[in-house]
């Protein structure tokens, strides 16, 4: 088993931002792989309110939420930790604002294949 590490940051607005394509553009992808993913709402203050979901294809079909949209409401202490999702045929997570100011947001994308 190999494990990756895909580590980065970015200042996320009402536009939905899709962690592993880095990107407002998302980029499904497709590699089969165990995820576990952590973001990190630390910079959130109070009257912050961020979404995050995960979504993924069921044997080819129409890519559907996975998990999610979940909320995360005002200060955070804790990072969200989004674990054991085995996923391959059209994946991306996605992080939106919905009120308040526009936070840099850090994750990490952690992959076993």
Same mark, same amino acid.
């Given at each position: 088993?190999? !494990?990756?590490?895909?580590?980065?940051?970015?200042?996320?607005?009402? &536009?939905?931002?899709?962690?592993?394509?880095?990107? &407002?553009? /998302? #980029?499904?992808?497709?590699?089969?792989?165990?995820?576990?993913?952590?973001?990190?709402?630390?910079?959130?203050?109070?009257?912050? #309110?961020?979404? @995050?979901?995960?979504?993924? /294809?069921?044997?080819?079909? &129409?890519?559907?939420?996975?998990?999610?949209?979940?909320?995360?409401?005002? #200060?955070?202490?804790?990072?969200?930790?989004? &674990?054991?999702? !085995? !996923?391959?045929?059209?994946?991306?997570?996605?992080? /939106? /604002?919905?009120?308040?100011?526009?936070?840099?947001?850090? @994750?990490?994308?952690?992959?076993?294949?």
């Amino acid at each position: 088993m190999a !494990l990756s590490f895909v580590n980065d940051s970015a200042s996320i607005g009402t &536009t939905e931002y899709w962690l592993a394509s880095a990107s &407002t553009t /998302k #980029v499904d992808q497709t590699d089969d792989s165990i995820q576990q993913v952590w973001i990190d709402f630390g910079a959130m203050a109070a009257g912050d #309110v961020y979404e @995050w979901r995960v979504v993924e /294809k069921v044997n080819g079909n &129409t890519q559907r939420n996975a998990l999610g949209p979940s909320r995360v409401v005002g #200060v955070q202490d804790q990072p969200v930790v989004i &674990t054991g999702l !085995l !996923l391959g045929e059209g994946w991306e997570v996605g992080v /939106k /604002k919905i009120s308040g100011t526009d936070r840099t947001i850090h @994750w990490s994308i952690r992959k076993a294949t």
